[in-house]
């Protein structure tokens, strides 16, 4: 376990404090956890699209493409200094416990190195950074200081480059899969969707906040759950389909899974 | 929780899944996602007092989804996971004995 220490970072063009009076102390202590947690889930995940370079370059996929993965490794990392900076309007030092991160997966198993680098682009592009999008963009407009408007709609228009990223490649090289790398790929759906469903899933525990405290980033849990839900039902698993992809068996397995469980 | 407060984030949803239907689709399917966000919305904000028992009513339909082991959330997984060892299928005509072996394990 290591400390991930962003003060200095948050220094640089730091924000006005903002103002706290509306906010109860359950919604503020909760807003304090949620950006906390947010910037040390920011900063993590910049190594998962460090891994997806390499992936790419395996696979042969064009190299403006891969630059831009390479882009967005950096601004995952500044999305984290960004968060730096809302912790310490809040009054909160953004220092926090870096856990132990699990290895991204290079599925040796795949058929194919552009069916591997594919399962991640889906899970990544395609699932987990649409998700954020409506996230993300739900948030901002219940966000009121302006300050943290313009730090949301900054994270905003790089989670929307990444998901359209996982779009843009699964439709064009969904196509041109054979049998048997459409099926593998097919199977490991199952895999990406449990997951999404197991990560998302704490929502329903979450606490949810009064306007007051949406407005500073206190989540509402059951409102977050019903974006996620949505997000998966309406958009991700046709958008998958719609690329030849058999996602919609998929999540009725997962969720006939999770229901029977 | 007052009818305000809901409907707000019910506007907020749809605003949020109508963007994101913008980004994920193309063709004729943006249209039919951008269709459904915006009837979720229109339902919200066209009934608010029916909203605000929906909004819950909703989450808790949805719950089932709910896994009974191994949520996370957690930092370490985000990202895409690795599949389970040695029980990848070769083909979808292998979905019925997948199933039966993940509902054994949960």
Redesign the interface.
Known sequence: MSTLDLRRDARRDALAPLDLGDVSAADLASARSNWR?RM??EH??AR?FGELVGGMMRAGLPADETHRVAEMVRQELDHARLCAKVLVAIGVEPVAE?????Y??S?E?ATSPLEAVL??VI??G?C?E??A???????R??AGPRSLRRVLDQILSDE?KH??FG?RLV?RLAPSLSV?ER??L???L???F??Q?????????MP?A??AG?AVGAP?G??N???F???ME???I??LE?CGL?AR?AWR????????? | ?TTH?ST??S???A???R???K?????G?AM??LG??EA?AAGASSTPTHAVAS??A??LS???????????????????????AKT?????S??PA??AR??GA?
């Open positions: 947690e040390v889930s993590a995940s998962v870096l856990p132990e991160l699990a991204v997966p599925h198993d399962r991640n899970s990544i395609c987990s649409t998700v999008v409506a996230l993300v963009a739900t948030e407009e219940l929307i998901s359209r779009w439709s048997g099926a593998s097919d199977a490991y199952v895999d990406a449990a997951h469903v197991r990560f998302h899933a704490p929502f329903l525990d949810c009064g306007e949406l509402h059951r409102s759950w019903l974006v839900m949505a997000t309406d958009i991700v046709p958008g719609r058999s068996e397995e997962v969720a006939g899974v999770d229901r029977a469980a | 929780m407060e707000r984030r506007e907020a949803r605003k949020g899944l963007l994101a239907a980004i994920a689709t193309c063709g399917l039919a996602a459904l966000a979720r909004d819950d909703k989450a949805l719950e089932g989804f709910k896994p009974s082991v191994g949520n996370c959330g957690c930092t370490p997984c985000w990202g895409p996971p690795a599949p389970p990848r299928r070769s083909a979808r292998a979905r997948r199933s993940r509902r949960r």
